[in-house]
Every structure is written in C-alpha cells, then in structure tokens.
C-alpha cells in the first residue's frame, strides 16, 4: 500500500487540445482532492513516486525519481522493461465529473545507434473498458530530453460515472531494444524527476451532472 501522497487540484476546464464547440461548465468552487492508493511496479519503488499539484491549479502531476528503462554496459537483464501502475482516489466537487483530457510526458533518453525504446500508457477508471492508451517509439542515436503530449478529443473523453467512487488507474511502461548496438554501450529511457523537470502532467475536463 502507497500512502502519505496527496495533491489538491482547484477544477479546472478541458486542455486546449480539445473542441471548443461546446461551452465549458461552471468551475466547481470546491478543491479536487488526489490521493495515491497503491504504486506498484518496477518503475515506481515504494517512496518514488508521488503526486503534487500545479502551481496555477489546472492540472496535477505524477512526478518520479526511479523511472528508468536501459540496456547495455552493465544493465541488469530485467532492467530493459519498466513498468508502474498507480491508482488515484480522486475525489471531485459534488455535481460534477471528469475526464482526462489530455497528457504531457517529460522525460530524458539516451539511444545508442541501432538501439530504440518506446514509452506505453494508458488511464482508465477501475471497471471501464474504454481506455486512452498511446505508444511512443524512440530510434538511435538519441541524447537529449523528450516530451510528447496525448490530446483526446471530446467526443472520445471517458468521463467518471456521476456519483460514483472509482479508482483512476495510471499505467507507464518504458521499454529499450538494443537491436544492433554496440551492446558494450548503455541505452536508455527514463521519466524522471531528479531535476524537477521531467514528469508526467496530467489535465482535466469537467462536466456538470
């Protein structure tokens, strides 16, 4: 169990990667509460993970400090796949509801030639099928930060179930391929927050019940 992590989010409207055609509803004056159930995995250690909130409150933020996928060099077999799936208890105004309308990714690679990585995701509510689920891949040679953002239109946005309390699962996998590198050298692909600046943003579209 992952506790002792929580972030309050003032309601905020959907990213501007969706349609503007519909109005946005009334911002709800109460605060949206987070809190971190469970983070399992072998890219969030207990204590690696955790999720705060933005400084102008329109969006929250998974933040990691042990996200690393690599091979090469010394690497150990397993650590080319790494994968963490956390479990938020969002507690949202009364009246209202939310979806996850868009995603920001933050994070630093380094790929040897003929070495590629890619970065899997995917959110949904505990007991739905319909999921956003996105893939990246990474060619070599590449060093330097990458960022990449998941934009969901309104007409796909899956919206939490009025008045109903479920889970909001995360799920990140990172995974590098040496391929035809030089396996004397590492590869890798990390989403990390040593530097505070690379971790995951996630924004939210509210709807009135």
């Known amino acids: 169990m ?5 972030g309050v989010a003032t309601a905020m409207s959907a990213g501007a990667s969706t349609s503007p055609a519909a109005p946005q509803p009334p911002v709800p004056k109460q605060d949206m509460v987070i809190d971190v159930v469970s983070a399992n ?6 204590g690696t993970a955790a999720v705060t909130v933005s400084p102008d409150n329109k969006a929250f933020t998974v933040s990691y400090s042990e996200f690393t996928a690599q091979v ?3 690497a150990a077999a397993t650590a080319f796949r790494k994968n963490c799936q956390l479990a938020l208890n969002v507690k949202v105004p009364q009246g209202y509801t939310y979806a996850v309308a868009s995603v920001d990714y933050r994070g630093f ?3 040897e030639r003929g070495a590629s990585a890619t970065h899997s995701s995917l959110y949904y509510f505990q007991g739905e099928r319909n999921t956003g689920r996105t893939k990246r ?3 070599g040679p ?3 930060d990458w960022q990449r953002t998941d934009a969901f239109g309104v007409s796909s946005l899956s919206f939490l179930p009025c008045g109903e309390m479920r889970y ?3 799920n990140n996998e990172l995974r590098v391929s040496s391929g035809w590198s030089d396996k004397h050298k590492a590869s890798f692909l990390t989403m990390d927050s040593t530097d505070g600046n690379l971790d995951t943003v996630y924004h939210v579209a509210w709807k009135r019940c």
């Open 72 to 74: 090469g060099a010394d």
């Open 142 to 144: 590449f060093d330097g």
């Open 168 to 170: 909001l699962n995360v």
């Open 109 to 111: 690679a380094h790929l």
């Open 137 to 139: 891949t990474f060619n």
């Open 41 to 46: 995995g072998s890219g969030c250690p207990l």
């Open 2 to 6: 992952f506790t002792s992590l929580a």
